[in-house]
């Protein structure tokens, strides 16, 4: 779908060094003590004592757990207080009310709707596309889709429900655009031109495809897909109808900062936005406080063929009139209930897959 100028990144914040773990003091403060105290504890999941650079211990009841074998794995080590799941009093996530003009009010929709949009999915309202590109493609050049809204407005209102509900439960704001905030990087720094090895032009008819989807969202008119919550891969997502090869998903959005005030950030859902020759103007997408769906979209073991085969879709990034843009488009046929998963890492192989379920 992409050449290898659509590199993307999901940075994750490196584990602590060999030779040391990660304990709790009196204060409930997390701190690095050397190896050879506390030399008996071992991973209650596997029974190993092995790695302990990962090992982290409950702010309760002190047993320890390796980052790799918690379900849902954890990226990095926690800021803050961190419970296993038999401590945590918040396993299960609290709903939000399947209540309309709640749900409304959340997303900010502009107009309810429980029609498609007339220039919705199976109406051709995009005008065929011009030849004429030297970018190199992995598939032939075809045109993105626009998503199938589901049709029954109660369908969609649960479909709705669950995004907010995940979102509450991450502490995160709803948004369906790439955010500037005062203190971050400016709009200004996003510029598709300083990418360092170039980036794919969307054309204008996948631009008006891409707005087709969001104007469509604005209005109530939502993609099928449901967030779910796993016991062992924390919130994820499901296609709730069959999704065709080559649909947007959705993109990637959150708020856009410079990469160099994110390097001591243990968040594990940054996103590459910009990489130019001055690593000082290298942007990433931060979605921890302003998010979408996308941030709910887990990721493959790419170490293994059966984790390469569940990839469904596809991150790439694209010049959209100016500025850079990430997408999450269908690189298959995905039926309804299967997960979507994506490559954390693209043709990078930084943050290490192997343990992913």
């Not at 038999?86 to 997303?107: E, R, Y």
């Not at 984790?307 to 100016?322: E, P, S």
Request: charge should be positive; hydrophobic fraction near 30%.
């Amino acid at each position: 779908m992409g050449s290898s100028t659509t590199v993307v990144l999901r940075r994750r914040t490196e584990a602590p060094k060999p030779g040391r773990r990660i304990l709790r003091n009196r204060s409930n403060s997390r701190k690095m003590v050397e190896e050879d105290e506390y030399s008996d504890i071992s991973c209650v999941k596997c029974g190993s004592g092995e790695y302990p650079a990962q090992l982290l211990l409950c702010d309760k009841c002190d047993r320890g757990f390796h980052l790799f074998c918690l379900r849902p794995i954890l990226a990095s080590v926690p800021k803050g207080s961190w419970f296993c799941p038999s401590c945590d009093d918040n396993k299960n996530p609290t709903k939000l009310p399947l209540v309309q003009t709640k749900i409304v009010d959340f997303f900010r929709i502009e107009r309810p709707s429980n029609s498609i949009n007339e220039c919705g999915p199976g109406k051709d309202c995009q005008k065929k596309r011009k030849r004429g590109s030297s970018l190199v493609m992995s598939k032939k050049r075809r045109r993105l889709l626009p998503f199938n809204p589901t049709k029954d407005p109660t369908r969609r209102l649960e479909q709705m429900t669950s995004l907010a509900t995940a979102l509450l439960a991450a502490g995160a704001e709803f948004s369906n655009e790439l955010t500037y905030v005062p203190g971050m990087a400016p709009r200004s720094a996003n510029h598709a031109a300083l990418e360092r090895e170039g980036m794919q032009v969307l054309s204008k008819d996948d631009t008006e495809t891409l707005q087709l989807c969001k104007n469509m969202m604005k209005q109530g008119e939502w993609p099928p897909l449901m967030v779910v919550f796993d016991p062992k891969e924390g919130f994820t997502v499901e296609a709730d109808a069959f999704i065709k090869d080559w649909t947007i998903i959705t993109e990637y959005v959150g708020d856009v900062d410079y990469l160099n005030n994110r390097e001591a950030d243990d968040g594990d859902s940054m996103m590459t936005l910009l990489t130019t020759n001055d690593p000082s103007k290298d942007l990433v997408i931060c979605p921890d406080k302003h998010s979408n769906i996308a941030r709910f979209i887990n990721g493959i073991n790419n170490h293994t063929r059966a984790g390469k085969k569940k990839q469904n879709v596809k991150c790439v990034r694209f010049d959209v009139d100016g500025e850079c843009r990430v997408l999450l488009v269908a690189n298959r046929d995905i039926r309804k209930g299967e997960r979507l998963y994506y490559d954390y890492n693209g043709y990078e192989n930084e943050y290490p897959t192997a343990h992913f379920v």
